[in-house]
């Protein structure tokens, strides 16, 4: 089976540009997560969607942030414009439904110079 | 909204010993206590869960002990191994909600 994919795993942006990585979940999973992961404030919950419908957009995230689910097996997280400080891991996981274990993918590793 | 703490930031353990690693919540409400572990460059990965109907559970060499009433549930790691160091992080979350929230973490080191 496969897992979660996430692309890219590397990405290397200017400050103010505007960045899409994409996330794929394993099939037939109805519940996708988008978090952000750094040394200093550790995973951060950025969105939470169910059967392809947001349930939680991570608040403090609203602005620049934009998570979308066009279809069951694809997401994608917008940053726009990027600032240095976002800086760091972006993990996607999904899991089958309420209860469930999370599968996290590799992450993407952001630098924003 | 919830509130997971975890005690040690790093815990440092000879191979064979027992490693714990403890953690407090702070919502009633939260009925789902899972452990990820994540090794030097990877992701995340699940280790194994407890739910509020038990007290204890077990999987091999992990022990997750849960105590409703000090709203504190802890990770035993028995007869650790190198391969055990990795970060553990530990999670909870309510009834009817997918939405699990994160500790910061435990680096565990094992020592040969």
């Known amino acids: 089976d496969a897992g979660v994919t996430q692309t890219p795993r590397h990405e290397v942006a200017e400050k103010g540009q505007t960045i899409i990585l994409k996330c794929e979940p394993v099939?037939?999973?109805?519940?996708l997560f988008w978090y952000r992961q750094t040394k200093i404030q550790g995973l951060e919950l950025l969105s939470y969607?169910?059967?392809?419908?947001?349930?939680?957009d991570g608040g403090a995230f609203k602005d620049r942030f934009k998570a979308e689910m066009l279809n069951s097996s694809f997401s994608t997280l917008k940053i726009q414009p990027t600032e240095p400080k976002d800086s760091a891991v972006y993990l996607c996981?999904?899991?089958?439904?309420?209860?469930?274990?999370?599968?996290f993918g590799p992450g993407t590793r952001l630098t924003v110079l | 909204g919830e509130k997971v703490e975890q005690h040690e930031s790093t815990l440092s353990v000879r191979e064979g010993d027992s490693a714990v690693i403890n953690c407090t919540y702070t919502?009633?409400?939260?009925?789902?206590f899972p452990w990820y572990k994540q090794e030097a460059g990877k992701s995340l990965h699940f280790v194994i869960d407890?739910?509020?109907?038990?007290d204890r559970k077990q999987s091999q060499r992990l022990i997750v002990l849960l105590d409703k009433k000090a709203k504190r549930f802890s990770l035993h790691i028995t007869a650790t191994q190198p391969e055990d160091s990795a970060i553990y992080f530990c999670?909870?979350?309510?009834?009817?909600?997918?939405?699990?929230?994160f500790g910061d973490g435990t680096q565990l080191v094992v020592k040969p």
């Open positions: 996981a999904s899991s089958l439904g309420l209860g469930d274990e999370q599968y």
């Open positions: 099939s037939g999973h109805n519940d």
């Open positions: 969607f169910r059967s392809k419908s947001l349930m939680e």
């Open positions: 919502d009633t409400a939260s009925s789902y």
């Open positions: 407890i739910r509020s109907n038990v």
């Open positions: 999670a909870a979350s309510m009834e009817g909600n997918n939405r699990i929230f």
